[in-house]
T-cell receptor, first 109, second 116 residues
Framework: TQLLEQSPQFLSIQEGENLTVYCNSSSVFSSLQWYRQEPGEGPVLLVTVVTGGEVKKLKRLTFQFGDARKDSSLHITAAQPGDTGLYLCAGAPNYQLIWGAGTKLIIKP | DAGITQSPRHKVTETGTPVTLRCHQTENHRYMYWYRQDPGHGLRLIHYSYGVKDTDKGEVSDGYSVSRSKTEDFLLTLESATSSQTSVYFC???????????????FGAGSRLTVL
């Protein structure tokens, strides 16, 4: 069974702090996506990374795809309460998308 | 408002009763998916459709059936609901490419089902 493991499962920090969350697997992925999900809503795509070593920035969010395309990280600089949510990674090792269990992030004002 | 509409948004039912969840999209997307989301498990694929009347099973399809008679509608049916099917169900669509990871999934807001 191919798995995507996300860590930490839960993170609660103060506004203004930096944080990094991880998405790891023993499998190689052709691409990897990050989604954010807010309570009572469906996930919304943040970014897709497709090239090993790729770094993408979305305002204060920085996404990196590992060189071996087995892992990814999401770094948030100067976190804000609006960043609160469940962050999910999803990867396509083949034709089927698989999902991590998510990191629940709470940013306290 | 365009996009994906799921109904009902909330439902409480009893064990053994049939339940149908509806997903309606206005995007004219070819691919549609039903997922369930449970704490600690992430999103798990139940069934998917790659066109009208073309459907296939996902990883957790037991106890569920689907139908797609029109491009815009994808129905998920629990023939005889069980407590283990208590979950939040999400419908998603994708315009092209099936599961190709570079393509975006667009999700509905979810349907919370409680089976007593």
């Amino acid at each position: 069974t191919q798995l995507l493991e996300q860590s930490p499962q839960f993170l609660s920090i103060q506004e203004g702090e930096n944080l990094t969350v991880y998405c790891n697997s023993s499998s190689v992925f052709s691409s990897l996506q990050w989604y954010r999900q807010e309570p009572g809503e469906g996930p919304v795509l943040l970014v897709t990374v497709v090239t090993g070593g790729e770094v993408k920035k979305l305002k204060r969010l920085t996404f990196q795809f590992g060189d071996a395309r087995k892992d990814s990280s999401l770094h948030i600089t100067a976190a804000q309460p609006g960043d609160t949510g469940l962050y999910l990674c999803a990867g396509a090792p083949n034709y089927q998308l698989i999902w991590g269990a998510g990191t629940k992030l709470i940013i306290k004002p | 408002d365009a996009g994906i509409t799921q109904s009902p948004r909330h439902k409480v039912t009893e064990t053994g009763t049939p339940v149908t969840l509806r997903c309606h999209q206005t995007e004219n997307h070819r691919y549609m998916y039903w997922y369930r989301q449970d704490p600690g498990h992430g999103l798990r694929l139940i069934h998917y459709s790659y066109g009208v009347k073309d459907t296939d099973k996902g990883e957790v399809s037991d106890g569920y059936s689907v139908s797609r008679s029109k491009t815009e509608d994808f129905l998920l049916t629990l023939e005889s609901a069980t407590s283990s099917q208590t979950s939040v169900y999400f419908c998603a669509t994708q315009g092209t490419g099936g599961f190709a990871g570079a393509n975006v999934l667009t999700f509905g807001a979810g349907s919370r089902l409680t089976v007593l």
